[in-house]
Structures are given as structure tokens and as C-alpha cells.
């Protein structure tokens, strides 16, 4: 039994110890298998887990730990959902959360009536579209989907998860430059299959993982409170000043050095522990780019759809990739679809497969994003959250000045990351506090991710009404202060 441990089973301490990967996560909560999200191992979690006084869920989560394969961060579960709609998840005592997570599928909440509806009518209609034939729905999405990248962003191709795209894009930046080397960035996540996990940055992801896709190098990533780099004359919350173009010029040291780099691969504004660097840094990697041949991918996965309050997250920054990924919230929550949009200089790879996928067209899938682009359209979804945004900042700005415990607080729209510290000066990560918010805010009713164990993430739908916004940091501002106390902070 010992050596078959999976990450995510309860398991004693005897057994732990025996397994070398699950020893590190329990006893050194530091590592990096905090990074991609809460640990679900933890002693907090297991606590939270007996704390879930209902049959039906107990049961529920004793089926799923028992039925489906264990893996990392998947099982147990937080809880067992019974029903979704707007802003809240309903777990299956009938207590409801506000979701501020939501995988990032969940820009218009959940079983947004009008996506609904227009899936419904795709489904009487035309439910499937098989290879070799097209439908007016998916080119409807595409010429859309055109339309709002804007620029010299006209040519796309679907696929059913993004992954898959990111894949694509991958393949075909190797067919445009025949150069098949990709420079990423330490700590990024692409997604979890074997090409995407061999240019991301979290070797947790690799471990153990074998032979992977060769030429990937990685640079550290522009961020702004505890990066590589940091710059001695930037203040912590100066994101938007130029104090982080060094860690630009550093892709153009790579490209120099290394030779034969086809693609730099990146999020503008990376989701997980939300590190949004400054205009002046993707400009300068545009030019880069521009300047060595290697074609810039964006992965817009989690952000695009106008979370960061512009359709898509490099608009916020005035550039334009070569490779554009997204998916995610474009199925509006509904049904899985993501697309690589890029530029027709770029349409030579007649003779290559770049994704093959089965549902490439999806009359279903492109439905559901056709009703969410609507939707965001009709709802002025960017403009409010521009709007929610200037809220946000100024409510998390004003904890951070009154909590100890609050070191940073960044982001974008509606995408905002608050960091837990021990202290301030030393900026140690707060692991056990973060730990104590999230399981705090659940009891309350709010759900969110913690990334990099220490980063309090709170990504609420874009629908969401300024009245709830503020109950949810109300919850979020109460654990907080209650966390201060319970920690010794004040
Ligand atoms: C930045 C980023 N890229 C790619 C992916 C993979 O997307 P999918 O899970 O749809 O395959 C994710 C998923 O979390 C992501 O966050």
C-alpha cells in the first residue's frame, strides 16, 4: 500500500512518510504543488471535510473518491453541487457560495437564459457538424470572434478545450518559423498534457513525467511583489510603471543565446496568483519579437471574454500576438470550446493537421460562444467591469492598509489577487492564514482559489450586481479580520 499513495487520499502519517511526493506537500506546505491551487491534503482540508455534516454529501464524496482515479488537487472534493445559476454554486444541502472561481468558465455566471436558449434552438436544429462539412453557426463564431480580436487577428480554428490550442499554436509557430524551440515562463500553466506541460513552468506538472518535448526555456516572469528581479526603485504597487521591462529584455538575451526560438509562449496577465506586468513590458517583448522572428503566443484561456474589462487581455496593453488562445468562458459556461485565432500571413499550413479535432466545428459549442460574445455585448459586460474593477481596487487597496496581513493586492477587471504574509518586510508567504480565509469565507458562503498557497484569487462573474460584490467582500473582509485575530496579528 505504501508505495500507491495517491496525492488527495487521506491517508496517516505512516503512509506519508513512505511516499516521498506526498511527504513534501504535508510537510512542506511551501512547495510548489501549491502553486497551480489549494492543496487538498492538508490537515485545514480534512478538517473541512468532516465539517460537511450531511449524509447525501458524505456519501457523495465517498463515491467520487471511490469511483474516479486519483490526481492531483482533484480529489476529495471541497463539496458536492447540486445546482448552479448566476453567481452562486449550490452545494447539496441546499447552501449556496458565491463562486469567485468558477475554473474560469464563469464570465456570465451560470445558465445564462440566453445562452441557454441559443443552445437549445442549435441543438433542435443542427446538434453536430462532422469533419469535412461546415455550418453557418461556426463561421458566424469565427467571423465574430474576428471582429472583436480586431487587427490583423482573422483566421481561426476551434477545438474542444485549450489545451488542445495551445497545442496548435505550438505546432504551428514550429510550421511558420521552422524553428521548433519555445521560450515560456517559470511558473506559467498551459494546461496539463504532455506538450503543454513541457512549456510550462511548473515542474510539478513534469515530475516524473519522462521524456518531454525538447527545446522549451524558461524565463522568470515579470512580477511585481517578490520577482526574480526585482527592481530596487519600484514600489510594491507600481504595476502599471515601467519597473519591470528587464525581465522583456531578458527574452531578447535567450533568443540571442540559444538560437533557433520559434515561439515565446505567455498569459498577458497571468490568472492563477493574477501577475499583471506593465504596458511598457509587452511592448517591449512585442518588439522582441518582432525583431528575432518569433511569434508571440498569448494564452488568453482563463482571462479572455472580458475579464480583464477589454474582450481579450493584450488589448489591455496595446499589442497584438502572432497566436491568439482562448477558451474556457467563451462556451459561456456551458459547453466546452476554445479557438486559436491568428493572422492570414500565417494560413500556409495546408498540409498539416494542426488540431483534428472531432468536435472542431461544434455547431453547439459555437453557439453557446456566439450567445456569450451577445451577451457581454448586450449587458455593456466591459464597461462594467471596468467599472467593478475601480471598485475592487479601492475596498482591497483600503484592507491591505488596515490588515497586517495583507502584503499585496493586484490585478486587472475583475481578476484580483490578494497576497497573505506573515510580514510585511520580510514578505513570508502565509500559508496557514490563507488556508484559515478560504475555509472561513466557504462557511459564509464564498468560494474562491488560493494559487501559490499564500495568493487569495477573487475572480467573481462578470453579471455580478455591485450589491453582491460588496457582500462577498464583506465575507472576504470579515475572515480576514477574523484571521488577524486568530493569528495574533492585531
Ligand atoms: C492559462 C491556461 N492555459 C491553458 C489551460 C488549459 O485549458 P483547458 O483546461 O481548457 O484544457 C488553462 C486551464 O486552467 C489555463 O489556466
New binding site residues.
Given amino acids: 500500500m505504501t508505495d500507491s499513495v495517491e496525492i488527495g487520499t487521506p491517508t496517516d502519517t505512516k503512509e506519508v512518510t513512505a511516499n516521498p511526493v506526498l511527504t513534501r506537500v504535508l510537510n512542506e506546505p511551501a512547495t510548489h504543488f501549491r502553486s497551480e491551487g489549494d492543496v487538498n491534503t492538508t490537515q485545514a482540508r480534512q478538517a473541512w471535510n468532516e465539517s460537511l455534516n450531511h449524509q447525501t454529501t458524505q456519501a457523495l464524496l465517498r463515491r467520487d473518491s471511490e469511483v474516479f482515479l486519483h490526481q492531483a488537487m482533484s480529489t476529495p472534493c471541497l463539496d458536492s453541487l447540486e445546482a448552479a445559476d448566476g453567481i452562486y454554486l449550490q452545494d447539496s444541502s441546499g447552501k449556496k457560495y458565491m463562486d469567485f472561481h468558477g475554473n474560469?468558465v464563469h464570465q456570465l455566471g451560470y445558465g445564462h437564459p440566453h445562452v441557454i436558449k441559443k443552445i437549445t434552438e442549435q441543438m433542435a436544429s443542427l446538434p453536430f457538424s462532422p469533419r469535412r462539412f461546415t455550418n453557418e453557426t461556426a463561421v458566424q463564431c469565427a467571423e465574430k470572434l474576428t471582429q472583436i480580436c480586431g487587427g490583423e487577428l482573422n483566421r481561426v480554428l476551434f477545438a474542444p478545450?485549450?489545451?488542445s490550442v495551445?497545442g496548435m499554436a505550438l505546432k504551428l509557430a514550429r510550421h511558420v518559423t521552422n524553428n521548433f524551440k519555445v521560450v515560456s515562463l517559470w511558473d506559467s500553466?498551459?494546461?496539463a498534457s504532455l506538450d503543454a506541460i513541457s512549456v510550462g513552468g511548473e515542474a510539478c506538472f513534469r515530475e516524473g513525467m519522462g521524456p518531454l518535448m525538447a527545446g522549451v526555456e524558461r524565463i522568470p516572469p515579470a512580477v511585481s511583489y517578490r520577482g526574480a528581479f526585482p527592481n530596487p526603485n519600484a514600489s510594491n504597487n507600481d504595476n502599471n510603471q515601467a519597473s519591470d521591462v528587464h525581465y522583456a529584455d531578458y527574452l531578447e538575451y535567450v533568443i540571442e543565446k540559444e538560437g533557433g526560438i520559434g515561439a515565446f509562449i505567455a498569459?498577458a496577465v497571468r490568472?492563477t496568483d493574477v501577475q499583471v506586468p506593465s504596458k511598457a513590458y509587452w511592448k517591449r517583448i512585442r518588439e522582441i519579437c518582432d525583431k528575432h522572428n518569433v511569434l508571440l503566443i498569448i494564452?488568453d484561456?482563463?482571462n479572455g471574454m472580458g475579464r480583464s474589462g477589454e474582450w481579450f487581455t493584450h488589448q489591455a496593453f496595446d499589442i497584438e500576438p502572432d497566436i491568439l488562445c482562448i477558451?474556457?468562458g467563451l462556451g459561456g459556461g456551458l459547453i466546452p470550446i476554445?479557438a486559436m485565432i491568428t493572422k492570414d500571413k500565417f494560413n500556409t499550413a495546408t498540409q498539416v493537421s494542426l488540431g483534428h479535432y472531432t468536435h472542431e466545428k461544434s455547431p453547439l459549442g459555437c453557439a453557446a460562444a456566439l450567445a456569450t460574445i451577445e451577451v457581454i455585448e448586450q449587458e455593456k459586460l466591459l464597461d462594467k467591469t471596468q467599472s467593478d474593477s475601480k471598485f475592487m481596487r479601492e475596498q482591497l487597496l483600503r484592507m491591505k492598509e488596515k490588515y497586517p496581513v495583507i502584503g499585496d493586492v493586484r490585478g486587472i477587471g475583475l481578476l484580483w489577487g490578494v497576497e497573505l504574509v506573515t510580514d510585511k518586510t520580510a514578505k513570508t508567504r502565509a500559508f496557514d492564514e490563507a488556508e484559515a480565509t478560504l475555509y472561513q469565507c466557504l462557511n459564509n458562503g464564498l468560494s474562491f482559489k488560493v494559487s501559490q498557497g499564500n495568493v487569495i484569487q477573487l475572480s467573481p462573474p462578470l453579471i455580478i450586481s455591485r450589491a453582491d460584490l460588496q457582500a462577498a467582500l464583506n465575507i472576504f473582509e470579515n475572515a480576514i479580520q477574523q484571521v488577524c485575530i486568530d493569528f495574533n496579528y492585531i
Wanted: cysteine-free; charged content about 20%.
Fill in positions: 474560469n478545450g485549450g489545451t495551445i500553466f498551459h494546461g498569459e490568472n494564452d484561456i482563463p477558451g474556457k476554445a
